[in-house]
């Protein structure tokens, strides 16, 4: 296992890294960059942790809406829209709350992983 230094919103992180693994690391770390400069260029949130927060939970949306097998849209948007149906009707407010629950729980997993990925540098969040 090799180790990386990134840069995400300006901090340096050292990350470890599966041999053959460097393009995909750099290529998730420009798209969290990317994420969390759009948020704080936004000018609404200010803190490191908010914008980390609602970064990771506008990527892990995006990752659930997306069937497996099929790659992500090169350029999302920048906020989370609301649940629809495969028509794209907004889901009733019961439906739209599972939803949200599940991509929620979705994201205390990717958090998870992440701070587990980055626990010689500290805790994500």
């Not at 998730?28 to 490191?48: H, N, Q, Y």
């Not at 149906?85 to 729980?105: I, K, N, V």
């Amino acid at each position: 296992m090799k180790q990386v230094e990134v840069t995400i919103l300006g901090q340096s992180y050292l990350l470890a890294c599966p041999e053959g693994g460097e393009q995909l690391l750099q290529a998730a770390v420009a798209s969290v960059d990317r994420e969390m400069s759009g948020i704080r260029d936004a000018g609404k949130v200010k803190a490191r942790e908010r914008i980390a927060v609602l970064a990771a939970l506008n990527l892990a949306y995006r990752l659930a809406e997306v069937p497996r097998g099929v790659p992500a849209p090169a350029n999302p948007p920048a906020e989370m829209p609301a649940p629809t149906t495969d028509s794209g009707e907004h889901l009733p407010h019961a439906e739209a709350s599972a939803a949200r629950r599940a991509a929620a729980a979705q994201v205390d997993m990717l958090i998870a992983r992440l701070d587990t990925a980055l626990s010689d540098d500290g805790r994500l969040l």
